[in-house]
């Protein structure tokens, strides 16, 4: 079992519909949670970042975790074109001071 | 205000070739790290460091070196390059273990 999972996509969404990206982990212990975007050929971007239970709203951005159920989403409001890319969670696994990622889930806002 | 940095942005080496990723940071980070991205692998961490003259191996260490003498620096060298190294490579900082780490605009490195 990989430690980060996350749905490769892609997740195809209208304009202005929500997108919902999903994100489970394997290690109890863990404490953050972030997650990054990620456009064709650039770096990640970080878009949020969660450390507990419960919703953390930014903007159109609204990350959801669950530490019972091993579980981090990522709500995307208004979907716009822009908004297409691919979206990586990362998780701070236990004591080590390091991050493991999702192999990510490639949004696609459509017209 | 830079953020960080990393050169060069396109390296295209030989086989056996020894090779050297530049990072730096402006933000005085302790922790600096290297990743590596392929498909269907995503990102995946081969060497950190938690300060100056501290590094440790992630989870791809194989092939590669680093060091770091000062905190805004962190270099990543491929000793004898291979193909299989062929890849985008980043470096990324961030205050703590545990907290969000911003990354740099990678460089993609082709071992031909």
């Known amino acids: 079992q990989k430690e980060v999972e996350q749905n490769s996509g892609p997740l195809s969404v209208p304009e202005g519909a929500i997108a919902s990206l999903n994100c489970t982990y394997s290690?109890?212990?863990?404490?953050?949670f972030f997650w990054y975007r990620q456009y064709s050929g650039k770096s990640p971007e970080l878009i949020m970042s969660?450390?507990?239970?419960g919703d953390k709203e930014d903007g159109r951005f609204t990350a959801q975790l669950n530490k019972a159920s091993q579980y981090v989403s990522l709500l995307i409001r208004d979907s716009q074109p822009s908004d297409s890319a691919t979206y990586l969670c990362?998780?701070?696994?236990?004591?080590?001071?390091?991050?493991?990622f999702g192999t990510g889930t490639r949004l696609q806002v459509t017209l | 205000d830079a953020g960080i940095t990393q050169s060069p942005r396109y390296k295209i080496t030989e086989t056996g070739r020894q090779v050297t990723l530049m990072c730096h940071q402006t933000?005085?980070?302790?922790?600096m790290f290297w990743y590596r991205q392929d498909l269907g692998h995503g990102l995946r961490l081969i060497y950190y460091?938690?300060?100056?003259?501290?590094?440790d191996k992630g989870e791809v260490p194989d092939g590669y070196v680093v060091s770091r003498s000062k905190t805004e620096n962190f270099p990543l060298t491929l000793e004898s390059a291979t193909r299989s190294q062929t890849s985008v490579y980043f470096c990324?900082?961030?205050?703590?273990?545990?907290?969000?780490?911003?990354f740099g605009p990678g460089t993609r490195l082709t071992v031909l």
């Open positions: 990324a900082s961030s205050e703590t273990g545990y907290m969000e780490q911003f």
């Open positions: 290690d109890r212990g863990s404490q953050s």
């Open positions: 969660i450390y507990s239970n």
């Open positions: 990362a998780v701070n696994t236990g004591t080590a001071s390091k991050l493991t």
């Open positions: 933000w005085s980070h302790s922790y």
């Open positions: 460091s938690a300060a100056a003259d501290i590094t």
